[in-house]
């Protein structure tokens, strides 16, 4: 899914084992462009990290997927690519 979105917040970035070593990571809340009540999503940002700031508008590329856990089925949402049009 690519959309303009206006972020909503942004979680401090935490350092994650992986199979390759370490990243960054830390998790956006995005707001579909389009008024008080369009869809909202929560992505994970997963190596570079750049410091967004509420309001901030942006283009995202999200990837969506899903695994099964002990029984029950759990949705991931990744940003794959990000470009903010917002000036600080």
């Not at 899914?1 to 942004?10: A, D, E, L, P, Y």
């Not at 401090?12 to 995005?30: C, F, H, P, R």
């Not at 462009?33 to 509420?54: S, W």
Request: glycine share 6%.
């Amino acid at each position: 899914m690519q959309n303009i979105f206006k972020i909503v917040s942004q979680t401090e970035a935490v350092t994650i084992n992986t199979q390759n070593g370490q990243m960054q990571k830390s998790t956006l809340v995005m707001q579909e462009v389009g008024g008080k009540y369009a869809d909202t999503f929560v992505a994970a940002l997963i190596g570079n990290q750049v410091k967004f700031f509420k309001g901030d508008i942006v283009w995202a590329a999200l990837r969506f997927s899903c695994r099964d856990y002990n029984g029950n089925t759990y949705q991931d949402i990744t940003v794959q690519d990000i470009v903010s049009f917002s000036k600080h």
